[in-house]
């Protein structure tokens, strides 16, 4: 392969990108549009689901589609970036059908998997990621939901926030703290029945749409058979499963992003001031120039990265090249999302418009799976390492 096709995707690749994207605008984004706003709508998994794009991302042995046994991070990228240019509703509902199942599907036991990942594949089953709490996010290692031993098992109490999918999903991936005092090496993941006795929660409202709540814990029993991984090895299964999807969110940026892009070239072209299009200001076709740009630097960054990482998961690059990634594609998306709004003038700000919409769904990639200031620090360290 030569350098300039570093990047470059294959005919098949283009070809999947294509047909996810009619897809989503045909098929799946007047389902969205159906959906209750910020609730989880079972239609859309089911459609993701009847459509194949949920059998994707799970392996043909778990009820999935796939020969291999996980779904390449390039390929998650993809799905992501092109159901993101057509419908976010869409884009999230299939990520956090994998973000909720994969800690499952990475560490859990023959039995969990067969239980579990079936019915998130098929679409009859939601799951939730559920790490942050109240008091503790970015440092996630120090979270206090207690796990108190019960016999052959645990009870647990405490509080979760902020969760994709709660309190609505069917199975949490939950993690709580086994060991006190000994951060995130006293942590461990536990398999959570959304009908567990003593789970309850209530939803939170965000600027854009999202279904997400916060969980209440009050003596939840668990065994030994809900453990994922090993006990105080939770943070590992936490961390397998980002380091796959971190790329990904760089990738929802990017697809936000390019139909920001494609919306300000349009329009651009088309709308009149002071007798000529706006294209023909240079101001404005400069602008363009640097969100193609942008956009661009950001994608490539995100294959790159989601490339380093299907080399070898455990390379030791792929940390540093996923920060980088998440943290560039999803600031430069706000930059392009903003001016992409300014050049549309007051229209953009009318409820409704894709760049309200935009505007709106843009700012949250910023703060989830690792804030943009959290990316910087792993970089950073990463520099010194
Ligand atoms: C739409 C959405 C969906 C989400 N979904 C999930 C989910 O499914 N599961 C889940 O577990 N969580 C989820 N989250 C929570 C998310 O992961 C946290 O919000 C995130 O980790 C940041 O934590 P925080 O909001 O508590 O901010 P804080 O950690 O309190 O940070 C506040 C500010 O301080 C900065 N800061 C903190 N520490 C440092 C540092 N060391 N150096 C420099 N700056 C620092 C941060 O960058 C940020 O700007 C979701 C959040 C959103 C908005």
Same mark, same amino acid.
């Given at each position: 392969?030569?350098?300039?096709?570093?990047?470059?995707?294959?005919?098949?690749?283009?070809?999947?990108?294509?047909?996810?994207?009619?897809?989503?605008?045909?098929?799946?984004?007047?389902?969205?549009?159906?959906?209750?706003?910020?609730?989880?709508?079972?239609?859309?998994?089911?459609?993701?689901?009847?459509?194949?794009?949920?059998?994707?991302?799970?392996?043909?042995?778990?009820?999935?589609?796939?020969?291999?046994?996980?779904?390449?991070?390039?390929?998650?990228?993809?799905?992501?970036?092109?159901?993101?240019?057509?419908?976010?509703?869409?884009?999230?509902?299939?990520?956090?059908?994998?973000?909720?199942?994969?800690?499952?599907?990475?560490?859990?036991?023959?039995?969990?998997?067969?239980?579990?990942?079936?019915? *998130? $594949?098929?679409?009859? /089953?939601?799951? =939730? %990621?559920?790490?942050?709490?109240? @008091?503790?996010?970015?440092?996630?290692? +120090? #979270?206090?939901?207690?796990?108190?031993?019960?016999?052959?098992?645990?009870?647990?109490?405490?509080?979760?926030?902020?969760?994709?999918?709660?309190?609505?999903?069917?199975?949490?991936?939950?993690?709580?703290?086994?060991?006190?005092?000994?951060?995130?090496?006293?942590?461990?993941?536990?398999?959570?029945?959304?009908?567990?006795?003593?789970?309850?929660?209530?939803?939170?409202?965000?600027?854009?749409?999202?279904?997400?709540?916060?969980?209440?814990?009050?003596?939840?029993?668990?065994?030994?058979?809900?453990?994922?991984?090993?006990?105080?090895?939770?943070?590992?299964?936490?961390?397998?499963?980002?380091?796959?999807?971190?790329?990904?969110?760089?990738?929802?940026?990017?697809?936000?992003?390019?139909?920001?892009?494609?919306?300000? *070239? $349009?329009?651009?072209? /088309?709308?009149? =001031? %002071?007798?000529?299009?706006?294209? @023909?200001?240079?101001?404005?076709?400069? +602008? #363009?120039?640097?969100?193609?740009?942008?956009?661009?630097?950001?994608?490539?960054?995100?294959?790159?990265?989601?490339?380093?990482?299907?080399?070898?998961?455990?390379?030791?690059?792929?940390?540093?090249?996923?920060?980088?990634?998440?943290?560039?594609?999803?600031?430069?998306?706000?930059?392009?999302?903003?001016?992409?709004?300014?050049?549309?003038?007051?229209?953009?700000?009318?409820?409704?418009?894709?760049?309200?919409?935009?505007?709106?769904?843009?700012?949250?990639?910023?703060?989830?799976?690792?804030?943009?200031?959290?990316?910087?620090?792993?970089?950073?360290?990463?520099?010194?390492?």
């Amino acid at each position: 392969m030569t350098p300039a096709h570093a990047f470059a995707l294959t005919p098949e690749q283009r070809r999947m990108v294509e047909e996810t994207r009619s897809l989503a605008r045909d098929v799946l984004a007047p389902i969205a549009e159906g959906g209750d706003p910020g609730r989880v709508n079972r239609t859309l998994v089911g459609a993701l689901a009847e459509h194949g794009l949920l059998p994707r991302l799970f392996p043909a042995s778990a009820g999935g589609s796939r020969e291999d046994d996980r779904i390449s991070a390039l390929e998650l990228c993809l799905l992501r970036e092109a159901l993101a240019m057509e419908s976010t509703e869409a884009e999230t509902a299939l990520a956090l059908q994998g973000l909720g199942a994969y800690p499952i599907l990475l560490s859990g036991s023959p039995e969990q998997v067969r239980r579990w990942i079936p019915p *998130v $594949a098929g679409g009859a /089953a939601v799951p =939730a %990621f559920a790490l942050t709490e109240p @008091e503790h996010g970015s440092d996630a290692g +120090a #979270l206090e939901l207690a796990a108190e031993p019960d016999g052959d098992g645990w009870r647990l109490t405490g509080q979760k926030a902020f969760i994709s999918n709660a309190p609505e999903a069917d199975v949490y991936t939950l993690f709580a703290r086994t060991t006190p005092d000994s951060g995130p090496k006293g942590v461990t993941a536990f398999v959570v029945p959304g009908d567990a006795a003593g789970l309850s929660g209530t939803s939170i409202e965000l600027i854009a749409p999202h279904p997400i709540g916060r969980l209440e814990l009050d003596g939840v029993r668990v065994s030994g058979e809900d453990v994922l991984g090993d006990v105080d090895g939770g943070f590992r299964v936490a961390m397998r499963t980002l380091d796959l999807f971190r790329p990904s969110v760089g990738a929802f940026a990017v697809g936000m992003a390019q139909a920001a892009l494609d919306a300000a *070239v $349009a329009h651009a072209g /088309a709308r009149r =001031a %002071f007798g000529r299009p706006l294209r @023909e200001f240079q101001a404005v076709s400069h +602008a #363009l120039a640097e969100m193609a740009t942008r956009t661009q630097a950001a994608r490539l960054l995100v294959y790159a990265a989601a490339s380093t990482y299907d080399a070898d998961p455990e390379d030791g690059a792929v940390t540093r090249a996923s920060a980088m990634a998440k943290l560039a594609a999803t600031e430069a998306a706000q930059w392009v999302v903003d001016r992409a709004v300014q050049i549309h003038g007051a229209r953009a700000l009318e409820r409704g418009h894709l760049l309200e919409h935009l505007y709106r769904e843009v700012r949250a990639p910023r703060i989830y799976e690792g804030t943009t200031e959290i990316q910087r620090e792993i970089v950073a360290r990463e520099l010194y390492r």
